[in-house]
């Protein structure tokens, strides 16, 4: 979709701490994930809520 660069611009815009999402991202066991990293991608970008966290449907919303 092109609205946001990559993973240090949704991190910086969201006040996430990047080393924490990208160490999560490697290694799905280390328990730091938290669900309030994908709520700007519901809310801002319109990622189903329902296919983010279950798979389930279509990516976006319509």
């Known amino acids: 979709m ?4 990559g993973v240090n611009t949704y ?3 969201y006040e996430i701490d ?4 990208i160490a999560n991202r490697k290694d799905l066991d280390r328990g730091w ?4 990293w994908m709520y ?4 801002d970008f319109g ?6 966290m279950l798979g389930a449907g279509k990516m976006f919303e319509e």
């Open 2 to 5: 092109k609205k946001i660069r």
């Open 11 to 13: 991190c910086r815009l």
């Open 18 to 21: 990047r080393r924490n999402l």
């Open 33 to 36: 994930f938290q669900v309030s």
């Open 40 to 43: 700007p991608m519901v809310k």
């Open 47 to 52: 990622v189903n809520a329902k296919w983010l």
